[in-house]
């Protein structure tokens, strides 16, 4: 998978299932302070370079996932050291960051472990990769990614997000072009294993 700013493609391997939903003014209203002059807080570029260790810090990104895992499934997900040894089969949702920051988050599962997150979501059982499923792991994407950048007030207020693409299928990797940093970690809840990264190919 090549990750370019909020684009991204699959590369290599067996893939299948791509899915993506009249009154006066005051003065900060208007843009304006008292005698015309521009606002400088509409005026002054929102620069994210000097605070990019904020920005950067993995504790960040584990704070995202024990919360989403925490609140929205009422799941204990922990950080763990090494890489997850997923199943052959696995799901893959990417979400773009778009504005100061330019990259993504991406949510990397085994089949089965995606199935069991989809199953807390829905209270559903699942037995194969479907729609629900491939929906369920965007939708995880999509608040981690949120939860994520709302750790920085200037990221959470400067930065969008694409729609969630979801990809399924068997050995594919995700390949990043000289990114401005990395963050890639393995969790666990229960005997379950996923990897979350976060990877900025821009900064302003």
Same mark, same amino acid.
């Given at each position: ?31 304006? %302070? ?10 002054? #570029? ?6 990019? %260790? ?12 024990? %919360? ?84 920085? #007030? %200037? ?8 729609? #969630? ?40």
């Amino acid at each position: 998978m090549l990750l370019n700013g909020v684009r991204s493609s699959v590369t290599g391997g067996q893939r299948s299932g791509s899915r993506g939903g009249a009154g006066g003014e005051t003065p900060r209203e208007g843009g304006r %302070e008292a005698g015309g002059a521009i606002s400088r807080e509409r005026t002054m #570029p929102v620069s994210l370079r000097e605070s990019v %260790e904020q920005v950067s810090d993995p504790r960040n990104l584990d704070a995202s996932v024990e %919360e989403v895992f925490r609140l929205m499934l009422g799941l204990e997900c922990k950080r763990v050291v090494g890489p997850a040894d997923l199943e052959t089969e696995s799901v893959t949702s990417v979400v773009g960051f778009g504005g100061v920051l330019s990259g993504a988050c991406v949510f990397k599962s085994g089949a089965g472990t995606a199935m069991k997150i989809a199953a807390h979501m829905t209270g559903m059982e699942f037995s194969a990769i479907d729609d629900t499923v491939k929906d369920g792991i965007g939708e995880i994407c999509n608040m981690l990614a949120g939860a994520w950048k709302g750790k920085v #007030p %200037e990221l959470a207020a400067n930065t969008g997000l694409s729609v #969630p693409a979801v990809i399924t299928g068997h050995d594919y990797k995700l390949h990043v072009q000289a990114p401005e940093f990395q963050i890639h970690h393995t969790y666990r809840f229960d005997d379950q294993v996923f990897e979350v990264t976060i990877v900025c190919d821009g900064l302003q």
